[in-house]
């Protein structure tokens, strides 16, 4: 999998400087950050709308375009595949390969990790500030979800 998102990276590279009238990535590249993030996040709803419809082709055209998407956002931001697979070594050494840290100290003392505390870095033991409740961001409709288009 790795093999394909360097591949798809380093396609946006090439891509990136062509003539915006005839590549989509030129485009985008042309239109700036706020662009490809406003971009990404559309293909990540996209992604969750498909999957909560239980829609799983969907899912698998969505998180294409989720990927293309994002590979253009790394690129735009300096981030290279490897920094981020790098990322998530470091993670699995710390923690395991599927768990986060927990954001706040209430649901540290709640939640144990699956990795001894003297293992995990001291960078992530430090908890994230409470946020606000999270608002919904998709409504139902029919009880299905509704796309954007």
């Known amino acids: 999998?790795?093999?394909?998102?360097e591949r798809l990276y380093r396609a946006v590279i090439a891509a990136k400087d062509l003539d915006p009238a005839t590549s989509r990535t030129a485009r985008l590249?042309?239109?700036?950050?706020?662009?490809?993030?406003?971009k990404l996040a559309e293909e990540a709803i996209e992604v969750v709308i498909d999957a909560v419809?239980?829609?799983?082709?969907?899912?698998?055209?969505?998180?294409?375009?989720?990927?293309?998407?994002?590979?253009?956002?790394?690129?735009?931001?300096?981030?290279?595949?490897?920094?981020v697979w790098d990322e998530?070594?470091?993670?699995?050494?710390?923690?395991?390969?599927?768990?986060?840290?927990?954001?706040?100290a209430t649901k540290a003392t709640a939640?144990?990790?699956?990795?001894p505390s003297s293992d995990i870095a001291p960078?992530?033991?430090?908890?994230?500030?409470?946020?606000?409740p999270r608002r919904p961001i998709v409504a139902r409709e029919s009880g299905r979800l509704?796309?954007?288009?």
Not at 1 to 5: G, I, K, R, T
Not at 31 to 36: I, L, V, Y
Not at 55 to 62: F, K, L, N, S, T
Not at 111 to 115: F, G, P
Request: charged share 35%; glycine share 4%; hydrophobic share 40%.
């Open 1 to 5: 999998m790795s093999d394909s998102l």
């Open 29 to 38: 590249f042309q239109r700036g950050p706020a662009k490809m993030a406003k």
């Open 53 to 83: 419809n239980g829609d799983p082709e969907a899912v698998v055209r969505e998180s294409a375009d989720l990927f293309y998407n994002l590979s253009v956002l790394w690129v735009a931001a300096g981030v290279k595949p490897q920094d």
């Open 88 to 104: 998530m070594d470091r993670r699995e050494r710390a923690q395991g390969i599927a768990e986060k840290l927990p954001k706040s």
């Open 111 to 115: 939640t144990k990790s699956a990795a």
């Open 123 to 132: 960078e992530l033991k430090k908890a994230a500030p409470e946020h606000a």
């Open 146 to 149: 509704k796309k954007r288009r």
